[in-house]
């Protein structure tokens, strides 16, 4: 048979439909969550995080009445001892916005016993 016009008008949407495919296959948006759902951050939200599929550059959006908590970025070490490491970021406006980095992501609340309370979480982002 015969090749015609045809023939390369096809090859070359086949070509384009896999490079759009390729490229798209990489991006994506960043989700946002609201940690604790509609409880807000709180006691006993360690689970929370459990099945969510968390990745680096979404955003956690921690709810919660700035007269009573915080939330602060740690390490793992200081996530399970419950403590506050010098240098560590703390929030402390009740609606704060924090993006996640690849890897593990800690966050607790300092104010004395509420993380022992369960008020903490690790992230993991990939």
Not at 93 to 113: A, E, M, V, W
Request: net charge positive; glycine share 14%; with cysteine.
């Amino acid at each position: 048979m015969p090749k015609g016009r045809g023939s390369a008008t096809a090859v070359s949407v086949a070509i384009l439909v896999a490079l759009t495919v390729v490229l798209n296959s990489g991006t994506s948006e960043a989700a946002t969550y609201v940690v604790g759902d509609r409880g807000g951050w709180t006691f006993n939200v360690a689970g929370w995080p459990r099945g969510k599929p968390f990745r680096a550059g979404d955003t956690l959006v921690f709810n919660y009445s700035p007269l009573f908590h915080n939330v602060v970025a740690v390490n793992g070490g200081a996530y399970a001892g419950c403590s506050t490491p010098p240098g560590s970021q703390v929030y402390t406006s009740g609606r704060d916005q924090i993006t996640l980095s690849r890897g593990q992501n800690f966050f607790i609340c300092n104010i004395p016993g509420h993380c022992a309370a369960g008020m903490k979480i690790a992230v993991t982002a990939v």
